[in-house]
């Protein structure tokens, strides 16, 4: 199913955009089908053959926080228009037995701000906030049925993607909730033929409806806004309609 000049484009995508020895990983996914339309796992075959797009768990920090509002809204207990406050907190680690204090990205503190505002521009402390409202259960609930299957921690830092996720996990729960909350399973070979031209094999797509069209509408909404206002702008010059999360983790 991957898509030749998809394909060609990824590389590149891959090649400027990583630097000295750096590797990166690419996945584009059809929302409503699962076709996988491009993958790139790294720099160079030659150099590694892991592929990252498919086998490197990491943590997708900021990028994950799409999934914790996407929970919070599915709980009925929090809107757009809903106001966080904006305000430093302490946890006890008791496992550790230390504090944890987390901050946003800019060190900076706002008040009570809307939901909309808070994934706009990212705020670490809101999100933790409706992690710890709707319980971090039902954030790992809604990430297993948009399509992540690697462990989650059953604890608030899941709310700022502590969790190891597979790129093509995460890509596809967005793909999800861009398919109106319809989860299809990869695809990675559409069909298969032999020289004559006779269908061997062919896949088919299996939807399947894991998260309402409204819950997905809405969170859909507030990463348009990420792109429109926020940490995402930058992507506004493809000048086309984009959703989407950036992401940055320690």
């Known amino acids: ?9 990824a590389k590149k995508v891959i090649a400027n955009n990583t630097w000295g020895g750096q590797q990166g990983a690419l996945v584009s996914l059809e929302p ?9 796992g790294g ?49 006890r680690n008791a496992d550790r037995g230390n504090n944890w204090k987390p901050k946003n990205y800019s060190g900076e503190y706002e008040g009570d701000i809307s939901v909309r505002y808070c994934l706009t521009h990212s705020k ?27 462990r989650l921690p059953n604890d608030v830092t899941i709310s700022l993607g502590s969790g190891e996720v597979l790129p093509l996990e995460l ?11 319809r989860y299809a399973p990869p695809i990675f ?7 004559y031209g006779e269908k061997l094999f062919a896949s088919k797509t299996r ?30 010059a493809l000048g086309r309609e984009v959703a989407g999360k950036t992401g940055t983790t320690n």
């Open 124 to 150: 670490n402390t809101c999100s933790i906030e409706i992690a710890k409202s709707v319980g971090p259960a039902s954030v790992r609930s809604l990430a297993q049925a948009l399509g992540i299957e690697s």
């Open 43 to 91: 720099r160079s075959y030659i150099r590694s053959q892991f592929n990252r797009a498919i086998l490197a768990q990491r943590q997708p920090g900021s990028a994950f926080k799409p999934i914790v509002y996407g929970a919070g809204i599915r709980s009925l207990k929090f809107t757009p228009a809903t106001m966080i406050s904006d305000s430093p907190e302490v946890f």
């Open 207 to 236: 939807l399947r409806q894991v998260v309402s069209p409204a819950v997905a509408y809405i969170t859909t909404s507030l990463m348009r806004s990420v792109v429109e206002a926020g940490t995402a702008q930058s992507v506004r």
């Open 189 to 195: 070979l559409a069909r298969v033929q032999d020289r």
């Open 32 to 40: 409503g089908t699962g076709l996988v339309r491009a993958m790139v």
């Open 1 to 9: 199913s991957l898509n030749a000049s998809w394909q060609k484009q």
């Open 171 to 181: 890509t596809n729960a967005y793909a999800t909730l861009a398919a109106g909350g």
